[in-house]
Structures are given as structure tokens and as C-alpha cells.
């Protein structure tokens, strides 16, 4: 199922650091932002303030370091041919930066031309990395389901760029987006990019890394093709098709990747090693959020009524975007990260220096307490949802969360340049 290794094809250990060193800022400002604005803020999905929070997460947190594992992942696992990976990252990173500060900015101020400039940062920094992207994956020889899975996830990257500067087009020119416009926005950004990716990814990864047997390969095969079989009815809103058994084609979606997470959790529990470290626990902790995902929309859908209530919809959000999302990327990135330390300062030992383990690089105690103050994170995010007092707790919790994740990647750095330095004097 999965292509070789490529280390020899990895890029500099720079392009996808920077993007991994950015991500946690962005979940700081989201849980300032909380902090600041208070219980109101979580009211209703439209607020100005949750938009812009939710987008500090989505593209922030989630897009920089998605876009930063997509870096390393397609050469190094999928085999393809990034072009000119130091130059692609100096160009994506700022100006995706610079976008999302726009688009936040806008959310607050409602300024039509911060929209404008948001969308057109946007346009330039994930459409040139789509291109960039695509062309290495659709040419790499490789094939299998994580390949798959990593061309749709970059197709719908793609199509929630669209959707999104479609909608940002319509803000700057003061008129409101089509609310429909928005749920398709939501469903390809969500499913069609970001699940998409975490499935490819896991597809190799976590038999890799937590030593499980691998994905069904008639499971692995089917999931992308079954996300898109929601995808495409859900957008064909945009084209006049009536939104019959919309709540239902909803409910599908969402069936499907809590199908996913309770595919990945009976893998865990047939795991060859049974030592738990803290990248299992996060991952499980998505898992589980996903399921629970699926069983709030359901129980909404069977309560009369409840499902219009405007703080249903924020609770969705919290489960599936801090639960399952940051969730998830908050374990990979603690073990991509080490492993890449741990792989380039081998290259450089030689002879000379034994290379330092991954628990060397970053401390597993140190991780281990960061995701016991994830889930105080998590707890206190969904009850602020129902008891708006407790919105500046969770929001001064999320932004520690974050700062605790971006303190433990920057000590994996330092790590990484001690170790580089004591090579490079030995020899």
C-alpha cells in the first residue's frame, strides 16, 4: 500500500520548520481573542470575533502546519518532485501569513477592502502551492491509497480556496455571501481537505510510527472516493439543485469519518507495541472527538428543534476543529518533528557522534504534560459553548495549550542545533 521511503528526496529541514514553528501562534491569538471577547462570542457561529478565532485555527494553526507536513510528505513518502522547495516555502509561508492577518483583520472591522486583499493573498499563496503540489503528485510513479487520498486532499484544498475567495469577493463588494456558499466552504475545507489529509497521512503513519497492522486496503481505497460521494451532492447546491435530505447527506459525511476514527481506534488496540506514548494518546483524542461529532449531530437531528439552536453549530465546531483537528496535528506534529531532528543530525554523524534518540530531541514527560492541558483545553471549550462564563478560561486555556506546543517544538530545535554543533566540532 505505501511507496518507499525517499530520505534522499527530503527537503531542507528549514522549509517545513518554518511552517511548524508558526502554526501554535495562530492558536495563541485564537484563545486571546476568546479570552478578550468573553461568552458572547460563542453565540452563534456568524459573530465576527468566532469567525475570525475559528480562521486563526483553520488557516492558520491547521494550514501552516498541514501545509509543512504536505512539504515533507510528498517527497520523502509519496515520492513526488516538490520544485524548488526553499523557494516555494519563502513564498507560501509569508503570504499566506500575511492573507490570513487580512481576513481576520476584515472579520473585525467588516472592511471591504481587507476582504479584498484576503482573498487575493490567498489566490496567490495556496493557489501557486496547489499548482506546486498537485504537479508532484500527479506525476510521482508511485500508487497506492495514500497517493490517492493526498491528490483528492490537494483537489479540495483547491476547491475551498475557490469557495473562499468566492466568498470574500462578495464581502468586499459589501453584498452577503449565500449562506449555502458558506456550508460548502465549510464541508471542502473540513472534509475534502483537511480529513482527506489526515487519512492519506495516517494511511502511512500510524502503522509507521504506533506499529499497528495496516488500514483494510479495501477500507483505505474506498474513503477518499466515499468523501467525494458527499462532496459533490452537498456543492451541487451552488448549482439550483434543491437541498433535499440535506440534513441527511450531513449526516452521512459525517458517518463517514466517524466510520474512519473507529477504524483507526481498532487498529490502536491491535497495536504491536503496547507502551502509550503522548502522539498516541492526541491521535486516540481525535478519534474519539470525531465519533462524538457524529453522535451530537445525530442526537440534534432527533431533538426537534435543537438542531436550529445557534449554539448547536458552535458545538460542532469545537468537536471537530480543536477536538479533532488540532487534536490530531498536535501528535504529528510531536512525532514528525523529532523524527526529521533525528534524521538529518544522522545523516550528519558519520562515524564520528552516535546520534542523540528521538526522547533526547524532545522529552516525552514535557509532551505528555502539554496534552493533559490539550484536554483541560478541550473540556472546558465545549462547556463554554453552554456556559458563557466560562468562554475567558477557555480561551487563556487554548492560547497556553498553544504556547506549551510551540515551547516544546522550539526546545526540539535547540535540541537539534546542539546536536549539530557537537557533530560538526567532532568531526
Not at 508558526?22 to 457561529?45: C, H, K, N, Q, Y
Request: charge should be positive.
Amino acid at each position: 500500500m505505501h511507496p518507499n521511503l525517499s530520505f534522499e528526496q527530503a527537503p531542507p529541514i528549514s522549509v517545513p520548520f518554518r511552517f511548524f514553528l508558526t502554526a501554535p501562534l495562530f492558536g495563541i491569538a485564537a484563545g486571546v481573542l476568546l479570552a478578550v471577547e468573553g461568552g458572547d462570542m460563542l453565540a452563534s457561529r456568524w459573530m465576527p470575533a468566532l469567525l475570525a478565532a475559528t480562521h486563526f485555527i483553520v488557516a492558520g494553526f491547521m494550514l501552516q502546519a498541514m501545509t509543512g507536513a504536505l512539504m515533507q510528505f510528498i517527497p520523502v513518502a509519496a515520492g513526488g518532485n516538490i520544485w524548488r522547495p526553499r523557494w516555494v516555502a519563502g513564498f507560501v509561508h509569508p503570504l499566506s501569513i500575511l492573507a490570513l492577518l487580512f481576513l481576520v483583520a476584515a472579520f473585525l472591522t467588516q472592511r471591504p477592502p481587507l476582504f479584498f486583499a484576503a482573498g487575493l493573498g490567498f489566490a496567490l499563496a495556496l493557489g501557486f502551492f496547489v499548482l506546486v503540489a498537485g504537479l508532484a503528485l500527479w506525476r510521482t510513479p508511485a500508487k497506492g491509497a495514500t497517493i490517492v487520498a493526498l491528490r483528492i486532499a490537494v483537489f479540495g484544498l483547491a476547491a475551498t480556496l475557490i469557495l473562499g475567495v468566492m466568498l470574500t469577493s462578495a464581502l468586499a463588494q459589501g453584498s452577503a455571501p449565500v449562506l449555502t456558499l458558506v456550508d460548502i466552504h465549510l464541508a471542502w475545507g473540513l472534509a475534502g481537505w483537511a480529513l482527506m489529509l489526515l487519512a492519506g497521512v495516517s494511511y502511512f503513519v500510524v502503522p509507521m510510527f504506533q506499529l499497528t497492522p495496516p488500514y483494510p486496503t479495501w477500507f483505505a481505497r474506498s474513503l477518499p472516493f466515499a468523501l467525494l460521494a458527499f462532496l459533490l451532492p452537498w456543492s451541487a447546491q451552488l448549482l439550483g439543485v434543491p437541498a433535499a435530505g440535506r440534513q441527511a447527506l450531513g449526516l452521512a459525511g459525517l458517518a463517514l469519518g466517524a466510520a474512519y476514527a473507529l477504524a483507526t481506534l481498532w487498529l490502536q488496540s491491535r497495536r504491536r507495541r503496547k507502551l502509550t506514548d503522548t502522539t498516541f494518546l492526541f491521535f486516540r483524542t481525535a478519534m474519539l472527538s470525531l465519533i462524538a461529532l457524529f453522535l451530537s449531530a445525530l442526537a440534534f437531528a432527533s431533538v426537534p428543534g435543537l438542531a436550529e439552536t445557534p449554539r448547536a453549530a458552535v458545538w460542532l465546531g469545537m468537536l471537530a476543529i480543536p477536538g479533532v483537528f488540532v487534536s490530531a496535528i498536535m501528535g504529528m506534529l510531536y512525532k514528525i518533528v523529532p523524527f526529521l531532528c533525528w534524521l538529518h543530525l544522522q545523516r550528519l554523524c558519520g562515524l564520528a557522534v552516535l546520534p542523540p534518540t528521538m526522547h533526547e530531541i524532545l522529552a516525552e514527560q514535557a509532551m505528555r504534560r502539554q496534552f493533559h492541558l490539550h484536554l483541560a483545553t478541550l473540556v472546558c471549550l465545549l462547556a463554554a459553548v453552554w456556559l458563557p462564563l466560562l468562554a475567558r478560561p477557555a480561551g487563556l486555556l487554548l492560547a497556553a495549550d498553544c504556547a506549551w506546543l510551540g515551547a516544546n517544538l522550539i526546545a526540539a530545535v535547540r535540541a537539534f542545533r546542539a546536536f549539530r554543533n557537537r557533530i560538526r566540532a567532532a568531526a
